[in-house]
């Protein structure tokens, strides 16, 4: 939920600003129609701008009807190629940046961007092992479906969650390496 995406908005933002040592120029490719993206995007910009003034972004707002039609690559090779000093790809979900790294190679514009995002899809992990993706966040999934099952039984039994907002921003951490990557796409 949003108090997730607070948390790990920012991680991402600085994971491309260590990355490039303070030299991100980043596109941020997201679909504005789902509020948790939007709240996850603009605390990514905050930390961007709170840790990296030298740093720059845009953002680059798709409808789902794009991702559905297959016309998310296209926009994002575009968008690179007319902003030369784009370096750094940043996608809301995983499954969003599908097709735009063989979009970009096809435009010739593969060395100048790193493609990245938060929360994986199995496609994102295995461009990761391929070198073609750089990073992705991974959030524990099966984590939070035991903390719903843990929740549903204790409203089943009239007890409250008082716990609930404590623990809504899961833990997660940032596959940025091959081997890490193929652990958890073979898993």
Avoid: H
């Avoid at 490719?29 to 740093?55: G, H, R, W």
């Amino acid at each position: 939920d949003e108090s997730f995406v607070s948390k790990t908005g920012p991680l991402m933002a600085d994971w491309a600003i260590a990355d490039s040592n303070g030299a991100a120029n980043v596109l941020i490719v997201s679909i504005p129609d789902f509020p948790v993206l939007v709240v996850e995007t603009e605390a990514y910009k905050a930390q961007m701008t709170k840790n990296c003034p030298a740093c720059t972004f845009e953002e680059l707002n798709v409808t789902l009807d794009d991702l559905i039609g297959g016309k998310v690559p296209a926009a994002v090779a575009s968008k690179v190629q007319a902003n030369t000093k784009l370096n750094y790809v940043f996608n809301s979900f995983g499954d969003l940046p599908g097709g735009v790294t063989a979009a970009l190679a096809s435009a010739g514009l593969d060395k100048q961007v790193k493609v990245y995002g938060q929360d994986f899809s199995k496609i994102d992990l295995d461009e990761i092992v391929a070198g073609t993706m750089s990073a992705w966040s991974a959030d524990p999934k099966g984590y939070a479906g035991w903390l719903m099952v843990d929740a549903a039984a204790r409203l089943s039994l009239g007890m409250e969650l008082t716990e609930e907002r404590a623990v809504a921003a899961l833990p997660t951490i940032i596959v940025d390496t091959p081997e890490f990557a193929k652990e958890l796409s073979d898993a």
